[in-house]
């Protein structure tokens, strides 16, 4: 699907609603603040459906120039660590050049990598999801307990929800 499938999707009543006050909740303190597990990981998963692979890196990274350098090496990290572990390849990204994670751009297209290959790899790397009975998210639980986390998933939903509600 397009961003004008998802602005059609997005473009008004209830949802929308939904959509405004929490883009609202993103932007309001911390871009982890208000905004709880399970709804970071819906609304990221709803959203990110219906983007391009260019939407994608665009809205992550709009999202992760709000996190501190500390915080993108954190989630470089994690990515990294979370990617070995479900045999994600990586590419040019698995490097032990932490810096490099400390730059939005780069970091962005770390999630593009991770994401042409397995499209819902995302959710379930920061989600904690993948394996265990039943599969699915495994519960929320797994990175998201880290803020950094939950601040990728919701601050991605959010920055391509903004563009949509612009059009």
């Not at 602005?7 to 008004?12: E, S, T, V």
């Not at 639980?141 to 880290?146: E, H, I, P, V």
Request: glycine content about 14%; hydrophobic content about 30%.
């Amino acid at each position: 699907m397009s961003m004008d499938m998802l602005q059609n999707l997005l473009g008004g009543g209830q949802k929308r609603k939904e959509y405004e006050d929490f883009v609202g909740r993103y932007d309001q303190g911390e871009p982890w603040e208000g905004i709880d597990d399970d709804e970071a990981v819906s609304r990221h998963d709803e959203i990110a459906s219906h983007l391009s692979e260019d939407d994608y890196e665009l809205s992550a990274r709009e999202a992760f120039e709000r996190l501190s350098p500390q915080q993108r090496k954190e989630l470089g990290r994690m990515m990294r660590q979370q990617g070995k572990q479900r045999q994600v390849d990586l590419g040019e990204f698995d490097s032990d050049d932490e810096e490099r994670y400390s730059d939005p751009q780069h970091l962005a297209r770390m999630t593009r990598q991770v994401r042409k290959q397995k499209p819902d790899m995302m959710s379930q790397l920061l989600g904690g999801g993948g394996g265990g009975c039943g599969g699915g998210r495994g519960g929320v639980g797994g990175m998201l307990s880290n803020p950094v986390a939950k601040a990728a998933l919701a601050g991605v939903a959010a920055m391509a929800a903004k563009r949509i509600f612009k059009k």
